[in-house]
């Protein structure tokens, strides 16, 4: 396995990580935290398609742009959306506005992506 397929899969461990831990958050009413986690994994889902296509994705202006990139190439517009609602869950965290079932509702979007762009990478 080539350096940066270790690299993929270290990122895809990871986001894996957070959302899990993210459910963990959710479920003990720790929203904050919940909504920071629920973002750290679709941020390292993102950064893993990233690694393996060889996009530049440190910072969140990068981050957005793999995911332009990612929802045109595979002809799915609402990736960008539900990308944009994890980037809610990351504001969430400093600013602690949500509900939480408006947190439960980006949450599952986000979760979603997770899995769409694990699906798309394991081609």
């Not at 986001?15 to 920071?36: G, M």
């Not at 990068?62 to 332009?68: P, R």
């Not at 002809?75 to 980037?87: H, R, S, T, V």
């Not at 979760?111 to 694990?118: P, S, W």
């Amino acid at each position: 396995m080539g350096k940066n397929n270790l690299k993929v899969k270290r990122y895809i461990n990871q986001a894996d990580r957070y959302i899990k831990e993210a459910e963990k958050e959710l479920s003990e009413n720790n929203l904050l935290q919940a909504s920071e986690k629920y973002w750290g994994g679709a941020a390292q889902m993102v950064k893993a398609w990233a690694t393996a296509k060889g996009i530049q994705h440190n910072g969140h202006m990068w981050l957005f742009k793999a995911v332009d990139n990612l929802s045109e190439e595979e002809k799915e517009p609402y990736l960008k959306k539900q990308f944009g609602l994890a980037g809610m869950l990351h504001t969430n965290f400093y600013e602690g506005w949500l509900t939480k079932r408006e947190i439960e509702d980006y949450a599952q979007e986000a979760r979603a992506f997770c899995d769409k762009i694990k699906e798309i990478i394991k081609r």
